[in-house]
């Protein structure tokens, strides 16, 4: 009873943030504003966070087979990713590098 307690909490600020997005004049993803939301009403206490805790653990524990279908479905665009492998990469090493640089000198920063 407790993890559907839990499940229902963490659906419920998916769909307002779903419903929320739908309401805005530009195109936001209502997943990203329901995980807002969830956010909002933990910090502030609104919802203890034993009423998510156990849901959460087992969302984490399976996170896994949640990327399967999207594994599956990169699988019909490999002709296209080929085609951008090279870009693909270097976008990706220069924003890892773009990444470290800054952190890094943030923490320099704050050290001194």
């Not at 653990?57 to 594994?71: D, E, G, K, N, Y």
């Not at 080929?82 to 990469?89: A, H, Q, T, V």
């Amino acid at each position: 009873m407790k993890l559907i307690r839990d499940f229902a909490v963490i659906l419920a600020c998916l769909l307002v943030g779903k419903g929320a997005a739908a309401l805005l004049p530009f195109a936001f993803p209502g997943s990203i504003l329901g995980l807002f939301l969830l956010f909002f009403l933990l910090s502030t206490q609104l919802i203890p966070l034993a009423w998510v805790h156990d849901g959460g653990q087992l969302i984490l524990r399976h996170m896994a087979l949640l990327f399967i279908p999207v594994a599956a479905g990169l699988l019909g665009y490999v002709d296209v990713l080929s085609e951008g492998i090279g870009l693909i990469i270097a976008s990706a090493l220069s924003g890892l590098v773009l990444i470290l640089l800054v952190v890094g000198r943030l923490y320099q920063r704050l050290q001194s």
